[in-house]
């Protein structure tokens, strides 16, 4: 009799479910409209940091390039423009750059100088700030000696000339030294704030100083919620047309895109299984976000030395079909510079020096490089375990490629593991994996950000792949004076690598968004701060 | 009324029919054991005995499917057949287990889409890596129903015993023991399990060995308490007068009056040990591939639920039908063990 | 009573230290550096690092210093977030967590009387199969399956609710429901459960044996001794509250201290990972002292002194 019941019960839960799914809301207005000029942004992780010489995350910079300024900032395609930086020159050996500063000031009101730059970038050098960023200041005159504790800070290669001139002496020609300047971490910093606020400076709105497009308010710490408000003491306050940002941090993109489609959020990050079904929706916009995804194969271990195992490995895997299981918007990589970051000479740095041969999924190929690799090795069979994040890509990648492999070389057995992210880095750099899958995105757009990587003896070389030709070409390349050399040698390096299969490219992330249609002006680079807020407006 | 009138002889009285007089002693059904006083009672509970055959008959199947559903069979990815929704040959003409989905308000035929050859069914769909889901799940289930019975079996073996000895014992040793288990229960459970990430491979070894830890301080607690009362009852009492060793009385007379107390908490920590495993999923850190558990279908399913819900839907109904029939199956062994209940 | 309480808060102390030192050595083991660029660091900036952290000290030193700030609410400085007190993070997260707890307390638990006292008085019936059902139902689903229904049918597609943040009181309706589903079911199977018995007891026969109406018996014997037992699952259900935020509070989008924690475990944040444990911990004993305190005074069967004779 109960049973029964319980039967007849369970009809009316699945008829009053079915209602619930046929019933749906009607349209609200848009939280977004034109006259109000207030968005609803979605940040993915909450920021740890707003001090920028401490920030090492996409989160903190992202914030810190909106609320602060510095000499240039980046427009669309990276393009450098003059921020507070009126005029720049810079002598003929490319070595001294003398930048010109406008008028401006802090939001508390007090003027801003060169002297801030100083500070900013002494104090980011100073190994007692222990910044994790600081290595990107190499190149500066004396900033490696400063933070291996070996020269006295204020004997960086920067001056201030008087209040608004300010001079940089560096060490070598640095191509990209015009992208650095456009990054927050290079931006000036308020002496008198840092050392107000003390251990309390930048954990938290009310113990910053701002000097960008916008002012943070309402984050406390940890927070999940809080909003940039337009800045009135910005020097060029009449061409931010914002009101204010909302941003909130979203942890599960279902409900995301719940809170998109109820117009509470105006931009989504979407994942594998939105993006293949809001592809066509007014709104979808991928952004590639200048990484690639590629193997490290451990050459502490035998095996992993041989370059027909490598490239067997390789060509077992069909990257398109990654790809898809993935969410179909990031593309499969046949090189280390990843796609859409460096333009040059009109083509995509990626394109040139792509190498479609060991990259390309051709499991004939890996079959006979397998038993050939197996033969040299004097092995039977192979086992080795793959080791990534525990995120859902990392677990679908990991997944996709035991399958992948598994199927294609025949007496492999492949395991996984899928640890947390530092867990995966501090694996990486021990040495206690066999192959891990790692990601790098570009600190500025040029490919000496990837290929300086993978020289002998560069800490992120996690697999310890050699190669003596490889480490002098990119040694060439940062000294020479000559442009096109330097191109040459980049190219003929990274085709080595990629020949050689020291890694194996597996593809370039791009990220698939959901953005309200009537929001434009919104400036994304993908290397370097990626998104620039300044000119972004609602339309009618 | 004289009483004179009355005159009563012999002859007034008849004698009894041989051997009336024991009969009037005697129970007139035929005399049962505990046992089987407790399996008629549970024959009467019609749902726990549906109960009780569904889980039979899942344990068979996912048990039973080992030859043909390994890890081997789980590695293999068949990209093409990706995401398809449910196709049941014989039922085109019911949406949602004819091969369509719905995309964008609309009914599509997924496998036209993709190409499927006309021959290719999956009864329950297929995942992101174009594996079958149908197998997928009794995998799973597989899996969850290992975790939930190691949980059930610390819960039987240590958590019984702890509880029997804490409580018998007292003094002292009750003390110590009761320590330890506030401090066990006091670690939060992730943590364990995230140690043992650390020191094991992570996947089922640790997790097991997590909810072995941490799962049957509950049990032992229950049966401590229940024990304390017990042991004061008049029968223990009497046993303990005759000179009966602490094994045989605990063993005679303890656990049976323990049982009702030990079935409920069992079937209360195969539940959620199978949450459990279902929520170390949800944070990523579960079982790892190429094996599956239900939690991992249904955490795989929840992400996609608005596109694909068959992901969603059917790990979950395997799900609910398990722990339903488990909880009918604990009511019906509780009343049969239990008669006091009843009415 | 007194000595009693004395005696069960020195227990709860080296419950608690014990905790404290099991956990501080296990993170000790745990892989993985609090630094997110290791490599790029030279040996003086992560010889400065360490040093401000104090990790460069011997490992009983750290930990002698550990439990000494401990002592002050001090559990250090949050690798995660640069600068950041542990105590100011937790103090931060552990309102939205607390409220989340209770609502979904009080709610599962006054639904759940309810719906189990209907049953009992109506065993049998179909009322008993239904509120049976219910109870199993919520028991069966997973919270997380439940909150992702929740969310997509009543918060989007019916638009009753807000669908995820914190702040508005309408923002915490659905994950109150999410959460307390659980409780429901358990309170529910309890107090039907716990009223049958009572209702077959002799005294409540005694009650109808003088007189007294089905309703009275029920209102002033029943109730009351059915309910006392309820007192010791608030335990149990502290520590499923616990545990169910951390997936409830990331569906959500909640700022609350489960959440927090699932992310320290995933940045290998241990500072914050002990001081949560710590937090939940010292939750833990506290509430299973003031239940053992409130169940001695409500049932005057139970001694507080416990197993002693």
């Known amino acids: 009799m109960k049973l029964k019941k319980v039967f007849s019960l369970g009809a009316v839960a699945l008829v009053s479910a079915s209602v619930l799914a046929a019933c749906s809301s009607g349209k609200s207005n848009s939280s977004s409209s034109a006259s109000k000029q207030v968005i609803n942004w979605e940040e993915s992780a909450e920021i740890p940091t707003m001090d920028l010489s401490k920030a090492t995350d996409v989160t903190s910079f992202n914030q810190l390039g909106n609320v602060e300024e510095g000499l240039y900032r980046l427009g669309e395609h990276d393009k450098v423009e003059n921020a507070l930086a009126t005029s720049t020159k810079v002598s003929k050996d490319g070595k001294t750059w003398t930048f010109t500063l406008r008028k401006s000031k802090w939001s508390d009101g007090t003027p801003l100088t060169a002297k801030d730059f100083v500070y900013s970038w002494q104090r980011t050098v100073n190994p007692k700030t222990a910044s994790e960023y600081s290595y990107l200041f190499e190149g500066i005159h004396n900033a490696t000696e400063i933070s291996a504790g070996k020269a006295p800070v204020s004997s960086l290669g920067i001056k201030a000339e008087g209040d608004y001139k300010l001079v940089v002496t560096l060490d070598k020609r640095l191509p990209y030294f015009k992208l650095l300047m456009g990054f927050p971490l290079f931006f000036p910093q308020q002496q008198k704030a840092v050392e107000k606020y003390g251990s309390k400076y930048g954990t938290a709105s009310k113990y910053m100083v701002y000097n960008g497009p916008f002012v943070q308010k309402g984050w406390t710490g940890s927070n999940l919620s809080w909003k940039l408000v337009k800045n009135n003491n910005y020097w060029d306050k009449s061409a931010v047309k914002l009101k204010a940002i909302n941003y909130t941090v979203q942890k599960t993109p279902s409900t995301a895109y719940n809170l998109y489609q109820s117009n509470k959020l105006d931009a989504v990050v979407l994942d594998s299984q939105q993006t293949k079904n809001l592809k066509s929706h007014a709104g979808f916009t991928l952004r590639d976000t200048a990484a690639t995804f590629y193997l490290q194969f451990n050459e502490r271990n035998k095996a992993f030395k041989n370059a027909d195992l490598r490239r067997a490995i390789s060509m077992s895997i069909n990257r398109k079909a990654l790809g898809n299981a993935l969410g179909g918007s990031n593309t499969p990589a046949t090189s280390l510079t990843a796609k859409g970051v460096v333009n040059h000479d009109g083509q995509d740095w990626a394109d040139v020096v792509g190498d479609k041969e060991f990259n390309q999924y051709n499991p004939s190929e890996a079959k006979k490089y397998y038993k050939k690799a197996l033969k040299e090795l004097g092995l039977k069979s192979l086992s080795f375990s793959i080791l990534s994040d525990d995120t859902d890509s990392g677990q679908k990648t990991t997944e996709t490629l035991q399958s992948q492999l598994e199927e294609n070389l025949s007496g492999l057995k492949v395991s996984v593991a899928n640890v947390p992210f530092k867990t995966r880095l501090s694996r990486s750099t021990n040495g206690n994996f066999d192959i891990v899958v790692s990601g790098w995105s570009a600190d500025f757009a040029d490919p000496i950000s990837f290929v300086d990587l993978f020289t002998s003896k560069n800490a992120n070389n996690n697999g310890k792949w050699a190669n003596a030709k490889y480490d002098q070409l990119i040694a060439d390349s940062k000294s020479t004076g000559d442009d096109a050399k330097r191109w040459s040698d980049l190219k003929e390096a990274e085709q080595i690598l990629l020949k050689d299969q020291g890694i194996s490219p597996l593809y370039y992330k791009t990220e698939a968004w959901l953005v309200r249609p009537s929001i434009k002006g919104i400036i994304y680079n993908g290397a370097g701060l990626n998104y620039n807020f300044k000119s972004a407006y609602v339309a009618k | ?343 | 009573m007194t000595k009693y309480l004395l005696k069960r808060i020195f227990y709860m102390i080296l419950t608690l230290f014990l905790v404290a030192t099991i956990t501080f050595f296990l993170m000790k083991f745990m892989p993985g550096s609090p630094y997110a660029n290791e490599e790029k660091l030279t040996p003086q900036q992560i010889h400065i690092m360490n040093e401000q952290y104090g990790l460069n000290k011997p490992l009983i030193v750290q930990y002698l210093l550990y439990l000494g700030g401990m002592l002050h609410g001090d559990f250090g400085t949050s690798f995660q977030y640069s600068n950041q007190p542990v105590s100011s993070l937790i103090a931060a997260r552990l309102g939205a967590s607390v409220q989340l707890g209770l609502q979904a307390l009080i709610v599962g638990v006054i639904l759940g009387v309810i719906i189990g006292s209907i049953a009992a008085m109506k065993q049998g019936t179909w009322v008993d199969s239904t509120a049976t059902v219910i109870a199993i139902i919520g028991k069966s689903v997973p919270n997380f399956v439940l909150a992702v229904l929740l969310q997509y049918y009543i918060g989007l597609k019916l638009g009753w609710f807000s669908i995820a943040g914190w702040g508005e009181f309408s923002q915490t309706i659905l994950p109150t429901i999410a959460l307390s589903v659980g409780p429901l079911a358990e309170t529910a199977r309890f107090i039907r459960t716990s009223m049958v018995d009572t209702l077959s007891s002799d005294y409540i026969e005694l009650g109808r044996a003088k007189g007294l109406s089905r309703m009275e018996v029920i209102r002033k014997h029943a109730m009351r001794n059915s309910f006392i037992p309820l007192v010791t699952l608030i335990g149990p259900y502290a520590v499923a509250l616990m545990t169910g935020s951390m997936v409830i509070e990331n569906i959500f989008n909640i700022p609350g201290i489960g959440e927090q924690f699932v992310k320290s475990i995933l940045t290998n944040d241990y500072p914050t990972i002990m001081g949560v444990t710590m937090v939940y911990c010292i939750g833990l004993v506290v509430i299973l002292l003031i239940t053992d305190i409130i169940y001695g005074l409500i049932d005057p069967r139970i001694r507080l002194a416990g197993g002693e004779q």
């Not at chain 2, 048990?63 to 040959?89: C, D, E, M, R, W």
């Open chain 2, 1 to 343: 009324m004289d009483e004179k009138e009355l005159n009563l002889t012999a002859a007034d009285f008849e004698p009894l029919p041989e051997g009336a007089a024991q009969d009037n002693e005697k129970i007139s059904g035929p005399s049962l054991s505990f046992g089987q006083n407790v399996w008629l009672r549970f024959k009467q509970r019609k749902a726990a005995v549906i109960s009780a055959i569904i889980i039979i008959v899942m344990v068979l199947v996912a048990f039973g499917s080992t030859p043909f559903i390994n890890k081997s069979t789980l590695v293999k990815s068949h990209p093409q057949y990706a995401n398809l929704p449910a196709k049941v040959p014989g039922l085109d003409a019911i949406n949602g287990l004819n091969g369509k989905i719905k995309q964008n308000g609309q009914w599509v035929d997924a496998y036209a889409q993709n190409n499927v050859p006309k021959g290719k069914y999956f009864v329950a769909g297929t995942d992101y890596l174009g594996r079958s889901l149908g197998q997928r799940i009794i995998y799973g289930t597989k899996i969850s129903l290992i975790v939930a019975l190691v949980a059930a079996f610390f819960d039987l073996t240590l958590g019984v015993f702890y509880g029997i000895v804490s409580g018998w014992k007292g003094g002292g040793v009750d003390n110590v023991l009761q320590r330890i288990i506030e401090i066990i229960s006091s670690v939060p459970n992730l943590i364990i399990v995230v140690l043992m990430l650390v020191v094991l491979h992570p996947g089922i070894t640790s997790i097991i060995l997590a909810i072995a830890i941490s799962s049957w301080t509950t049990m032992a607690r229950q049966v401590r308490a229940e024990t304390l009362s017990l042991k004061n009852e008049e029968y223990v009492l009497a046993a303990r007068s005759l000179g009966e060793s602490g094994w045989k009385i605990a063993w005679k007379h303890l656990v049976p009056n323990l049982s009702s107390i030990i079935i409920i908490q069992t079937m209360y920590t195969i539940p959620s040990a199978i949450f459990f495993e279902a929520f170390l999923s949800f944070i990523g850190i579960g079982i790892t591939a190429p094996e599956t558990s239900l939690g991992v279908l249904l955490n795989e399913g929840q992400k996609n639920f608005q596109f694909l819900p068959y992901q969603m839907w059917y790990p979950a109904i395997v799900l609910c039908i398990l722990m339903i029939a488990f909880n009918l199956l604990g009511d019906g062994l509780r009343d049969a063990f239990d008669p006091r209940g009843q009415k």
